[in-house]
């Protein structure tokens, strides 16, 4: 089989069961993902995926370098803010290789459509780190309709020139990948899509509800509003460009040599659904760590099925490079492992141990086979999860020499990593004093 093309799409802040596949209601219009359900009907949906943080740009760091991301000093930051616009250090360092340069180095051609939230020109930039094309937000949250950040100034460009556009951001990311496709498609090389979409973020816009943007204008944390209602309706469209470049691929033939993975950068905020889990964004609980993972690639992955291999978002990345044949560089090992046997083999499993920490609320996890070491605000944990999925019952007092060993391995992964630096700072968009403790 030749190379495959590569469409990785990624969505912002989506819950564990918002989508039909992952055990998520139906709306009142109806299903919420069906193609999405689709994609996972087609190939092979993990139970036991995660991402490599709970919060969005650190996530995006082990994304793109396939690396642990606390060995970057951008990726201390919890997230990385608006505000560090302008820095020399907040952000992905052009000279360190990455998923998509190691991709084109190798003959891909490359493409983010979507949200980077990895710096900012002119010191970082996606075609900095090994995309030829680019078409989104720099930042990591706009409003839906007039493209600005949270600051107020516009935030949609192409290339690294602004792009003034009208319309729904969601579509027009879908729209610009669609063109993507259409122009890979008949090109000798494969191509590398980085899908990005800012859906389900905050503010709380679908694709009916223009006349909000000027109500949250400086306040796109939209502590006011939202719904359930809104957020899923927010998801659907996202689904239905999901459902645009699908048809194009197969419009142009390439569809059943193109490996499609779609996940969320971390778990999902206040109107997510994350059942059976506990806790979202920033937690080190399942619910925000544990995420959808889908790999559809017809002839590799045969349809239907479901597999339970702990992994995380930078394994994916390694994923990437082995089935496209690219290697990493030498001189930056990956701390990502390939899945590739999994995606030809889903019964097949290996220990997988999976180390996080955050400095919100001093926060550590293990998770190692069936149990995980979790500790928040001083306290420390154990949990079977496969028993205890909520993460209700701490096995610690019961078993001592356990929960002992395993903060003793956090511990040693730990002594690997940089410490967090001082001046690392944390951004939360609220806290009790505008809704209830989840």
């Known amino acids: 089989m030749t190379r495959p093309n590569i469409v990785f799409i990624v969505a912002d802040d989506l819950g564990f069961a918002d989508l039909g596949c992952y055990g998520g209601r139906d709306a009142q219009f109806g299903p919420v993902s069906p193609v999405l359900d689709s994609l996972a009907a087609d190939g092979l949906k993990f139970t036991q995926g995660y991402s490599n943080s709970p919060v969005c740009s650190p996530t995006r760091f082990a994304l793109m370098t396939g690396r642990y991301q606390y060995r970057l000093r951008g990726a201390a930051e919890e997230p990385i803010r608006t505000s560090s616009r302008g820095s020399t250090t907040l952000g992905l360092p052009p000279e360190h290789p990455t998923l998509p340069s190691l991709l084109r180095a190798s003959g891909y051609r490359t493409a983010l ?8 020109p002119p010191h970082f930039g996606p075609q900095r ?36 556009e009208v319309g729904y951001l969601t579509d027009l990311i879908s729209r610009r990948a669609v063109d993507y496709v259409h122009r890979m498609a008949g090109q000798q090389a ?35 509003g939202g719904n359930i209602h809104t957020y899923r309706r927010m998801i659907h469209h996202m689904d239905e460009g999901i459902g645009w470049i699908m048809e194009a691929l197969r419009a142009r033939g390439i569809a059943d040599n193109t490996l499609v993975v779609f996940t969320s950068d971390n778990g999902g ?30 002839g590799v992955i045969a349809a239907g099925r479901v597999s339970g291999q702990q992994c995380m978002t930078m394994d994916w990345s390694a994923t990437l490079l082995d089935a496209a044949g690219a290697g990493p560089d030498p001189n930056y090992p990956l701390d990502g492992i390939s899945l590739l046997r999994v995606l030809r083999e889903p019964d097949h499993h290996f220990r997988r141990p ?27 944990y154990l949990f079977n999860i496969p028993a205890d999925e909520r993460e209700r019952a701490n096995r610690g007092p019961l078993e001592p020499q356990r929960l002992a060993a395993m903060r003793a391995a956090w511990e040693q992964w730990n002594a690997t990593m940089p410490p967090i630096p001082g001046d690392a700072t944390i951004s939360l968009g609220f806290s009790v004093k505008d809704m209830p403790q989840r």
């Not at 459509?113 to 900012?120: C, E, N, P, R």
């Open 129 to 164: 780190s090994g995309y030829e094309e680019f078409f989104g937000p720099m930042s990591g949250g706009v409003d839906y309709f007039t493209h600005c950040s949270f600051t107020g100034a516009h935030d949609l460009w192409a290339g690294e020139a602004e792009q003034q």
């Open 354 to 380: 999976l180390h996080w920490r955050m400095n919100h609320r001093g926060q550590r996890a293990l998770r190692d086979g069936d149990w995980k070491y979790l500790r928040v605000d001083g306290d420390d």
């Open 113 to 120: 459509i979507g949200k980077w939230h990895l710096g900012y």
């Open 190 to 224: 494969p191509f590398f899509l980085s899908l990005h979409y800012t859906a389900p973020h905050w503010p709380w816009e679908s694709r009916d509800d223009e006349a909000l943007a000027q109500e949250v204008k400086g306040n796109l944390f939209h502590l006011h």
């Open 269 to 298: 905020e206040r109107f997510s659904d994350n059942w059976p889990l506990v806790g979202g964004k920033m937690d080190l609980t399942e619910g925000g760590i544990r995420v959808p993972w889908i790999a559809r690639w017809p």
